[in-house]
Nanobody, 115 residues
Framework: QVHLVESGGGLVQAGGSLRLSCAAS????????MGWYRQAPGKQRDLVAA???????NYRESVKGRFTISRDNAKNTVYLQMNSLKPEDTAVYFC?????????WGQGTQVTVSS
């Protein structure tokens, strides 16, 4: 059974940085693509960044140049480094895992960016 646990969320001022972590268990981590989604109140859950098992990355347009996704297969962990944070980045951030599609989710971690 896949188990994903996010950490690193919190309250930060605009322009600040946060680093999210997601520890995975119950899977052969190196065989899975990993992703970060976010959901703001009243809005749909959107993909923020993804990294394939081979390390290729992609980002939603609004975070390009500010966010970096990375993975450490030895630690079964995926990270999201978020710099130059903006109030519109405020959301619950979810870790996701999958092979053909993202089908496992963590419980989420709140990120709040104050102006």
């Amino acid at each position: 059974q896949v188990h994903l646990v996010e950490s690193g969320g919190g309250l930060v001022q605009a322009g600040g940085s946060l680093r999210l972590s997601c520890a995975a268990s119950g899977i052969i981590f190196s065989s899975y693509a990993m992703g970060w989604y976010r959901q703001a109140p009243g809005k749909q859950r959107d993909l923020v960044a993804a990294i394939t098992k081979s390390g290729s990355t992609n980002y939603r347009e609004s975070v390009k140049g500010r966010f970096t996704i990375s993975r450490d297969n030895a630690k079964n962990t995926v990270y999201l480094q978020m710099n130059s944070l903006k109030p519109e980045d405020t959301a619950v951030y979810f870790c996701a895992a999958g092979r053909l599609a993202f089908d496992s989710w963590g419980q989420g971690t709140q990120v709040t960016v104050s102006s």
